[in-house]
């Protein structure tokens, strides 16, 4: 297995949003593989029903920040809010609560704004970075060719160890500061405006999408362990291709060797297609009755 190691030009600023932007897309991968809200708008804080109060404070809210800080920061203060609103919950606080947060947290000046985005940047990587090397190492004895897989590996394999990060990140606000100060966008936005936005809008989008979705630690945990299992049974799914003979009990592939039935198949295709002197579609283009018998032979279906 290779190991990356990070190289000087990681630290100058426009590789690091590069670094960055690669570690928010493996977050959003791990974090819910499975889930999507790309067809969904987003709610309006009236739909809300766990918080019956949330209607009236939005709205008061948002009349108040706005003579705060200016018609300018209109649109971003009515977007922030509402995005705030529809992930709150009753035990993230109440109408008090919910006030004193958006009152704290809203970046009104662009210096405040660049601020928060280089933090969470910076740390962003730091964590998920981390969390991919813990993760890659938990499945090594899975992933590589090392020895047996004994079930407590399997264990390890199918441990996600970002699966609560989202849910603390809720817990404790820090996706809520995400959501009051960066926009939500969905697929249909993000590919008719998307050509036009810059590296850095588009690092602010995939921020905001890392908190799309309010999914709870244990059913990431159980996504993880379902994706695990799956995994291991397609690593343990071989052909024994020595045991495949053509029409004239010709075997066509050497002693031993076996393949997963989807990519090492697929690959071992490909490479013979690809070697037209000595692969086997060169044989079989050549004319010589080649076909795909299986040998009934003991073992041959090993």
Not at 101 to 122: E, G, I, K, P
Not at 149 to 162: K, M, T, W
Not at 240 to 261: A, E, V
Request: with cysteine; charged share 25%; hydrophobic share 40%.
């Amino acid at each position: 297995m290779r190991r990356c190691t990070k190289s000087a030009s990681a630290y100058v600023p426009e590789a690091r949003m590069g670094l960055f932007l690669r570690a928010l897309l493996c977050a959003s991968l791990f974090a819910a593989p499975t889930f999507s809200r790309e067809n969904a708008t987003l709610s309006a804080a009236t739909d809300n029903q766990s918080v019956p109060w949330m209607k009236g404070t939005t709205e008061q809210l948002g009349k108040e920040l706005i003579a705060r800080f200016g018609e300018g920061q209109r649109a971003r203060i009515e977007r922030g809010l509402r995005q705030v609103a529809e992930f709150w919950r009753a035990e993230d606080g109440d109408a008090a609560a919910f006030e004193d947060f958006a009152r704290s947290n809203f970046a009104d000046d662009q210096a405040t704004l660049d601020s928060m985005f280089d933090r969470y940047q910076r740390l962003l990587e730091k964590l998920y970075g981390h969390m991919h090397e813990i993760h890659r190492e938990f499945r090594q004895q899975a992933d590589l060719d090392a020895g047996p897989v004994l079930p407590f590996d399997e264990l390890f394999a199918g441990y996600e160890p970002s699966a609560h990060v989202a849910d603390d990140f809720f817990n404790n606000k820090l996706a809520f500061v995400v959501l009051l100060n960066f926009p939500l966008t969905t697929l249909q936005e993000r590919l008719a405006q998307g050509p036009n936005w810059s590296r850095r809008q588009w690092a602010e989008v995939r921020l905001a999408q890392m908190f799309s979705k309010r999914i709870p630690a244990a059913a990431n945990l159980e996504m993880a362990r379902a994706a695990s299992q799956a995994e291991s049974y397609i690593s343990q799914y071989n052909i024994w291709m020595f045991h495949l003979i053509d029409s004239n009990g010709q075997r066509l592939f050497p002693p031993k060797l076996r393949l997963l039935s989807h990519w090492n198949l697929r690959d071992e295709i490909k490479a013979d297609y690809a070697d037209a002197q000595h692969g086997q579609t060169a044989r079989y283009s050549a004319g010589d009755g080649a076909h795909n018998h299986t040998d009934d032979s003991p073992g041959g279906h090993q």
